[in-house]
Structures are given as structure tokens and as C-alpha cells.
């Protein structure tokens, strides 16, 4: 008799990741929107979160339990570690737990996340001069900027 636990159930089909203030409003709204219309279980974090705090260990597991994730990459997603966190949660997920990776290139050109340029290299020089050019934290970030990044996805200028 096959077991009915081998494979663990998703809660959430798909999980949004985005820079509140650069998107919230506007496109994400919208795209929240219409994957809820479409009958599309959606979990987007309305939280706004202070700088320095963990990812939460209801984010982890809403990440863990999804099937796919849409990043917005926006003007100030790299900013933001904790949008950093939850990039590097969702790439580990799409090694180790197959989760599905769908970038959205929001007013930002898909070589700018790739290998930072303008607003992310100057983010990104942000958290080295922080947490030290050859962190580990830094390291793990530029890598799932980098991986992100070169997935086909959407572009958007407007």
C-alpha cells in the first residue's frame, strides 16, 4: 500500500517575494489579485519589517510549503536583507525541495540582479562595508542574486 505521506502537502501555490515599498501598491497588488481570482492560493507577507530581524519561522515554512515562487526584483529589493533572507530561502528550496522560480523584473534590467549594477552594486556595497566583503551572509546573497537572476522571467519597465 503507497503511503500517502511521501510526499509533503503545499500549503500556498505560490509564494510572493518583493520590496514593499517599491511594489506594494501598484503591481503586486494587481498580480495578487489576479492569482487570487484565478483560484491561485497566494501568500504574500504584509508585514513591513524592521532591519536586522530574522526571517520569521512562519515565512520559512510558508517558503518550504509553496510550490512556486515569484520574486520582484525592484529598484530597491537588494536593499533590503531581509528580502536578501528570504531570496536565499527560496533558491535553497529550489535546490533541495524543487521549488518552482519565476523572477519579475520590475523598472530594473535582469543584469543589474544578475551582477550588481547601479542601484544593487550600490546595495550590495552597503551590506559588505556592514557585514564584511568576504561574509558569508554577502556571499550567499550575491549567489542567489546572481542564480535569481539568470532565470527566464518577465521584464517590466512601466
Request: glycine share 6%; charged share 30%.
Amino acid at each position: 500500500m503507497a503511503s500517502s505521506s511521501s510526499k509533503p502537502r503545499k500549503s500556498y501555490h505560490v509564494f510572493l517575494s518583493f520590496r514593499g515599498p517599491d511594489v506594494r501598491n501598484y503591481f503586486l497588488g494587481h498580480l495578487y489579485t489576479a492569482l487570487n481570482q484565478a483560484g491561485i492560493n497566494t501568500y504574500k507577507d504584509d508585514e513591513e519589517l524592521r532591519k536586522g530581524e530574522h526571517i520569521s519561522t512562519e515565512l520559512q515554512k510558508a517558503i518550504e510549503e509553496s510550490r512556486i515562487a515569484i520574486v520582484v526584483f525592484s529598484e530597491h529589493y537588494a536593499s533590503s536583507t531581509w528580502c536578501l533572507k528570504e531570496l536565499g530561502k527560496i533558491m535553497e528550496c529550489k535546490e533541495q525541495r524543487h521549488l518552482m522560480v519565476y523572477p519579475v523584473f520590475y523598472k530594473v534590467e535582469p543584469c543589474e540582479v544578475r551582477t550588481p549594477r547601479e542601484s544593487y552594486l550600490q546595495d550590495m556595497a552597503k551590506h559588505e562595508d556592514k557585514f564584511g566583503k568576504d561574509s558569508e551572509k554577502v556571499k550567499r546573497w550575491k549567489k542567489a542574486l546572481l542564480d535569481a537572476g539568470s532565470l527566464s522571467g518577465w521584464h517590466f519597465t512601466d
